[in-house]
């Protein structure tokens, strides 16, 4: 069975700051792992998404993560945060089904 | 028009009613999911569906059911509603172990 556990229910960070949002897995296979990020009153939509090759992956908006098998983890960074980055992020791992983690909500203070 | 939709966006009923939450997709996806979320638990997994004849319980499937009714289709019922199903739902369709797409959302209260 796969988990996903988000490090942190809520980051504050100030425009132009690095972003860091944490996530380690379970899994007993090789993991399809995601982020997800919800705006207010809307659907989750993709950031980024590992499945097999690289380890670092890029998604929209300035956003990557990194695959670490060692640590289990596959955390989200961006450089220098934004106003319009203020969302709830969802780290998720699939095999048959997809399991989210909590989430974590982003502000960002101007 | 949205890939994923669902109805209704927002619903109130009262405690015991039957509800149904319906979604619909026009991505020709086999794999559909109904979850529901609530705040500081992100999302958990009702049901799922590979197909229309392949229907399996996810983490939290009881009070609810659901029904396949085409590849496009797939609804997610409240027998008798109780307060505690209170939450926001999302439905979601994938292609194999891939990115989910997500509908909008349907806010439901039971009262």
């Known amino acids: 069975a796969q988990s996903v556990t988000q490090l942190g229910s809520h980051v504050s960070v100030s425009e132009g700051a690095l972003v860091l949002l944490r996530c380690n897995y379970s899994?007993?296979?090789?993991?399809?792992l995601f982020w997800y990020v919800q705006y207010p009153n809307q659907g989750l939509q993709l950031l980024l998404k590992?499945?097999?090759?690289?380890?670092l992956v890029k998604g929209i908006n300035g956003f990557e993560a990194e695959f670490k098998k060692s640590e289990t983890s596959f955390h989200l960074t961006k450089p220098s945060a934004h106003m319009s980055d203020a969302a709830e992020y969802f780290c998720?791992?699939?095999?048959?089904?997809?399991?989210f983690g909590a989430g974590t909500r982003l502000t960002v203070k101007p | 028009d949205a890939d994923v939709t669902q109805t209704p966006r927002n619903r109130i009923t009262k405690t015991g009613k039957r509800i149904m939450l319906e979604c619909s997709q026009t991505?020709?996806?086999?794999?559909m999911y109904w979850y529901r979320q609530d705040p500081g638990l992100g999302l958990q997994l009702i049901y799922y569906?590979?197909?229309?004849?392949?229907?399996n319980k996810g983490e939290i499937s009881d009070g609810y059911s659901v029904s396949r009714q085409a590849q496009a289709k797939f609804s997610l019922s409240l027998e008798s509603a109780i307060p505690n199903q209170t939450a926001l739902y999302f439905c979601?369709?994938?292609?194999?172990?891939?990115?989910?797409?997500f509908g909008a959302g349907t806010r439901l209260s039971v009262l």
């Open positions: 998720a791992v699939s095999f048959n089904d997809m399991r």
């Open positions: 899994s007993s296979v090789p993991p399809y």
């Open positions: 979601a369709t994938t292609l194999a172990k891939n990115i989910q797409y």
């Open positions: 991505k020709g996806h086999d794999r």
């Open positions: 569906s590979f197909d229309v004849k392949d229907i």
């Open positions: 590992y499945t097999t090759g690289a380890t």
